[in-house]
């Protein structure tokens, strides 16, 4: 079946430090979404992408929607403790719009 | 205040006992998902319907079954056949084919088979 490929699977940074991970899959998507769960509760939606190239901030973040639709890359700037939790990404398919997710990347901050 | 509900929070279950886990939103949302997340793994999607009455398997559908007799309930039963039951269970819904297919997803139910 379909698949998303997270990376980093973790990551361990100090606050201030600008995060980055990314989301690839060999089959095109039509819409991308980024969510962050913390323990023991449900992902909240972060940042929606629908177009190729598309780029889009909600505060500290930023996401883009590769131009290939086969990727998408979220960035966070200037971390801070309440940052630490699993992002997701999540691909929404052409066809019947079954929506994929991505490993997880497990972020850390240490303050 | 709107939005989508799971209940309930936790749940055991004895090893042979079918299970029904609920799941209902008010967001007017036309398409629903179940998923399984394990610890320390992404969600795998287990059914989704896109419309009542209607709802197809995802990639870890055995051991599971789904209805969808209202827009607004998805609930998801674990069957005796599912061998692992044990997990954290998540329901989303969305609006499918529109310019806005964000997916919200519920509190989440913790199932443990004792």
């Known amino acids: 079946g379909q698949q998303l490929n997270q990376s980093p699977q973790s990551m361990f940074i100090q606050e201030g430090e600008d995060v980055s991970m990314n989301c690839t899959s060999s089959?095109?998507?039509?819409?991308w979404l980024w969510y962050k769960q913390d323990p023991g509760e449900g992902p909240v939606l972060l940042i929606a992408?629908?177009?190729?190239?598309e780029l889009t901030s909600n505060g500290r973040l930023t996401a883009q929607f590769g131009i290939t639709r086969k990727d998408s890359f979220l960035n966070i700037s200037a971390s801070i403790p309440s940052d630490v939790g699993i992002y997701f990404c999540?691909?929404?398919?052409?066809?019947?719009?079954?929506?994929?997710f991505g490993q997880g990347t497990e972020l850390s901050v240490k303050p | 205040d709107g939005g989508i509900t799971q209940s309930p929070k936790y749940l055991f279950r004895k090893e042979g006992q079918n299970v029904t886990l609920s799941c209902e939103q008010n967001?007017?949302?036309?398409?629903m998902y179940w998923y399984r997340q394990d610890p320390g793994q992404g969600l795998r999607l287990i059914y989704y319907?896109?419309?009542?009455?209607?709802?197809q398997k995802g990639d870890i559908a055995e051991g599971y079954s789904v209805s969808r007799e209202k827009k607004e309930s998805f609930p998801l039963t674990v069957t005796s056949a599912q061998k692992n039951p044990t997990a954290f269970y998540l329901c989303?819904?969305?609006?499918?084919?529109?310019?806005?297919?964000?997916?919200?997803f519920g509190q989440g139910t913790r199932l443990t088979v004792v």
């Open positions: 319907s896109q419309i009542v009455n209607d709802f």
């Open positions: 089959s095109i998507f039509n819409t």
């Open positions: 992408l629908y177009k190729a190239g």
């Open positions: 967001l007017n949302h036309d398409a």
């Open positions: 999540a691909g929404l398919t052409n066809q019947g719009g079954k929506l994929i």
């Open positions: 989303a819904s969305s609006y499918p084919g529109t310019a806005s297919v964000e997916a919200f």
